[in-house]
């Protein structure tokens, strides 16, 4: 495996997935402790440099703006994605989290169980509507045209516009504990799938509301919402690399590479590539390893950009990178 860098940023802090979001032409990452920046993808330039506030607790590009919910100040940022102005904010109750866009509506809200979710417009910021008591609710996930909601053994689909209910799931077992991290994976407009436990992966119908057994691994699962990448499901295992099914037929392989991984798949043409803390790994379509490259820097998270381009973060730093397979001769 090749690897060309194509720019590197420093971050001045620790790099994790949920730090930073990829556009067709711009990479937004949060960096300094206050800072969020715009970079240009394909040559990591500059594009602007705001401050909003500590760590965030949740990023989200819609429709041309980047949405910032920081642990403080307790205030929901709509920026202009191409400027980096300030468009709107809304003050929030404090240890609001989770911020889903839906259409032209932002939910937030509901993180822990600590406030009530609360709907506003993409546009202005305007309030629409908020829940008369405190919600608790996993991450939720814009799907078809509502938002899916979760806690316990139970998920629901709401009407973003004024929070109607307009379907709800009995669950096997209770979601996962993600806490800021998705639970939920959509795979078409009629089926959804939710980590549930500590070992299973359940599909969620529309309109019928029926539930059915996906996965059941015989091991632990990370506690974290399945990657669709490549037309295969993926979920990662605490000590053990990854499980890829095929939502299809159901066909099941592991990815173990002896180590743990960490989040994130790419897909190479046919083939597929994920990471350790140290290194990365060329897998056939198969799941099978064809290669493993080391690497200088300790990986956090890596992320797919396409045409075999990937983000990937360090301890300090955000890298793009370009992959290519060895030909023959070299």
Not at 229 to 244: F, T
Request: net charge negative; aromatic share 6%; with cysteine.
């Amino acid at each position: 495996m090749i690897r060309e860098t194509l720019w590197e940023r420093e971050l001045h802090q620790r790099g994790s997935a949920s730090s930073f979001l990829a556009t067709d032409d711009r990479i937004v990452v949060h960096e300094r402790h206050t800072r969020l920046v715009c970079l240009g993808r394909e040559d990591g330039a500059l594009c602007w440099d705001t401050p909003t506030g500590t760590w965030p607790r949740d990023l989200v590009i819609a429709d041309g703006r980047c949405l910032v919910l920081p642990q403080w100040p307790n205030q929901l940022l709509c920026l202009d994605l191409r400027t980096g102005a300030l468009l709107w904010s809304v003050e929030l109750p404090r240890f609001s989290g989770h911020v889903v866009v839906a259409a032209d509506t932002v939910l937030v809200g509901g993180w822990r169980g600590y406030t009530p979710l609360a709907a506003f417009d993409l546009r202005d910021g305007r309030p629409l509507w908020r829940s008369p008591l405190r919600a608790h609710t996993s991450l939720p996930l814009s799907w078809g045209d509502g938002v899916l909601l979760g806690h316990g053994s139970e998920a629901w689909l709401i009407d973003p516009r004024d929070g109607s209910e307009t379907a709800r799931w009995q669950l096997p077992e209770p979601l996962t504990d993600s806490e800021l991290r998705p639970v939920f994976t959509a795979i078409g407009p009629d089926h959804c799938l939710a980590r549930c436990g500590s070992r299973s992966l359940v599909r969620l119908r529309l309109p019928s509301g029926a539930v059915d057994e996906f996965i059941r691994h015989d091991v632990d699962l990370s506690a974290e919402a399945a990657e669709l990448v490549g037309g295969l499901v993926w979920l990662r295992q605490p000590r053990a690399g990854y499980l890829a099914a095929d939502p299809n037929s159901r066909s099941i392989w592991r990815v173990d590479v002896g180590q743990p991984l960490v989040s994130g798949v790419i897909q190479a043409g046919e083939e597929f590539v994920v990471a350790s803390e140290g290194a990365f790994f060329r897998l056939r379509s198969d799941g099978q390893t064809m290669e493993r490259s080391p690497h200088a820097h300790r990986i956090s998270a890596l992320r797919d950009l396409g045409g075999g381009e990937m983000i990937v973060t360090t301890r300090g730093t955000l890298k793009a990178l370009a992959l290519r397979s060895h030909q023959p001769g070299e």
